[in-house]
Structure formats: structure tokens, C-alpha cells
């Protein structure tokens, strides 16, 4: 079959389809000029033979790849299949991986549709998380903080409440508390023991940019101190020594990512986690 003008991708899925969009996702922006215009299809819930012979059929006529994760091997017979008559290509994603977690811990699959998405006990502390992280937004309810996981500062609008709320979606109770410009730092912040403090700072020319632009969005008077660079820079200095004075690691978030704040984020609180296991062992 030839190329179609229009690129294709068709994510097949017994169950939500989630893990195969998390995929193409992650593969697509390697592929800068292709990425805005290669249209996805997700095909999900597909869990009959005859919706999967309906979807086949549809695929066929757009023609594209194909990326699947279903587990039924009748339902993986008949798409490959076909697939092959089509003569589309097709992968099969988590075909390795479950091969290679099979080989390792020497156990066979299960082969169950949308197991991850059970009920489990996982999916609760999610939302316990979330809860708390939506409670303890913008220094809010500061009297439990130290039920925290990780607890958040910065000046404003240094994507504190974003990451909080991705950290959360990861399953940690996470705060975020603004350090104001004349005002000390809360009590509760500054004897906190348990949590992991982070505090996230950007450079004043992104920092401007977005305060700016916050600014106009809401009609508001963009001369103001809010968006005076050199306020801008004391605030963000202020910032930086209060976290060197409590010890407190400091990301730049100026070229990061939500993600990869969170990341470097998640890397810290692993590594806190470790060296705590390690003095209670006495090593």
C-alpha cells in the first residue's frame, strides 16, 4: 500500500487506550516536521472479534501504522492478520516488555485487558493526594503541613501549583507555599522536620514574560511592581538565600517542563527517602 498523503496512526486497545497514547506521544515529538501532521486514531475498548474485524476495516481505508496493546490472542490474531492483508505495519508495544519482565522474574503473563487500571490500593493514595494537594494550594491550611510529602516554595508564578497537582496525579501529598515579597515565611514552614522542601525559581526575563502576560489576560495595570524587573530580581534573590539559609535543594524551572521539574523533583524525594533508611539502619 502505498503512503497515504496524510499520515496515520492507529492506536488499537482492549482496554482505555491510555498507555498506547503515552507512547505515541513520546514518540511523536522526536519528529519535529511529522508530529503536527500525523492524525492519531485510538481504538479502544476493543474486546470482541467483531469489533475488531469493524475496526480493521476502518484502518484499512485510511491505511497507516498500527500500535496495539491487546492481550486477547484471538483478538491479536485477528488484527494481525488483518493487518497483513492490508498490508499495514504493526507493532505490538508491549510485546517486549512483558517478554522480558516474563524472562525475568520468571512467572507467565496474565494476559488480562486494562489490569492497571484496576481499584487498587495505588489509584486511592492518588486521590487521597489529590485531595490534600487541592486543600493545601497556595499556602492554604498550613496547620497539617507536615502530613506533606513535599512541600513547594517560591516567588509567584514559579509553577508551583502545576507541579504540585502533577505530583499529586503521581501519588504525593504535596503543598505549595509562596514566598511574598515583605512577608516572613509561616511558622509551620520554617520548623517543618518531615516533608521535602523544593523551592522553584526561573530567571527574571521568563518570570517578567509571564507575569505580564497574566496581567493583561485579567485587565489589570502592567505597571506595577508585580512586573518591575528590578523587584523582579530581588524577589527571586530573596528567594534563593532564604532556601540556602534552610538548606532547601532549588530547581530552575526557566527551560524545564512541568515533567521534568517534577522528575528532578521525584529524584530528590527518592534519594531523601534512601539516606533516611540507611541512618535508621545505623549505616
Known amino acids: 500500500m502505498s503512503k497515504p498523503a496524510r499520515p496515520h496512526i492507529h492506536l488499537v486497545s482492549d482496554a482505555t487506550g491510555e498507555t498506547l497514547k503515552s507512547v505515541a506521544k513520546a514518540a511523536l515529538v522526536q519528529f519535529q516536521k511529522s508530529q503536527e501532521e500525523v492524525e492519531v486514531h485510538t481504538w479502544a475498548l476493543v474486546r470482541k472479534p467483531l469489533q475488531m474485524e469493524r475496526v480493521i476495516e476502518a484502518i484499512a481505508a485510511m491505511g ?55 481499584l487498587d490500593a495505588e489509584y486511592f493514595s492518588r486521590i487521597d493526594a489529590m485531595h490534600f494537594t487541592i486543600a493545601h494550594d497556595d499556602g492554604q491550611h498550613l496547620s497539617d503541613l507536615d502530613k506533606a510529602d513535599i512541600v513547594l516554595v517560591g516567588v509567584s508564578r514559579t509553577s508551583k501549583t502545576p507541579t504540585s ?7 504525593f501529598k504535596t503543598a505549595n507555599v509562596p514566598i511574598v515579597p515583605g512577608l516572613s515565611i509561616p511558622p509551620e514552614l520554617e520548623n517543618l ?13 521568563r518570570l517578567l514574560s509571564i507575569r505580564k502576560t497574566r496581567l493583561i489576560a485579567m485587565q489589570q495595570n502592567t505597571e506595577s511592581d508585580y512586573v518591575d524587573e528590578e523587584r523582579v530580581r530581588e ?13 532547601w535543594p532549588m530547581i530552575d524551572v526557566t527551560r524545564r517542563s512541568i515533567e521534568e521539574t517534577a522528575a528532578a523533583i521525584l529524584n530528590l524525594h527518592a534519594r531523601r527517602v534512601e539516606q533516611r533508611k540507611q541512618q535508621d539502619l545505623g549505616v
Open 64 to 118: 497507516g501504522l498500527v500500535l496495539f496493546t491487546v492481550v486477547d490472542q484471538q483478538l491479536r490474531e485477528i488484527l494481525i492478520k488483518g493487518c497483513a492483508n492490508a498490508k499495514l505495519p504493526i507493532v505490538p508495544v508491549l510485546d517486549p516488555v512483558i517478554h522480558a519482565f516474563g524472562k525475568y522474574l520468571g512467572e507467565k503473563a496474565q494476559n488480562l485487558p486494562g489490569r492497571q487500571h484496576e
Open 165 to 171: 497537582m502533577y505530583l499529586a496525579n503521581r501519588g
Open 193 to 205: 522536620k518531615g516533608p521535602l522542601v523544593v523551592g522553584l525559581t526561573t530567571s527574571p526575563e
Open 235 to 247: 524577589e527571586l534573590n530573596m528567594a534563593r538565600k532564604l532556601c540556602t539559609r534552610h538548606n
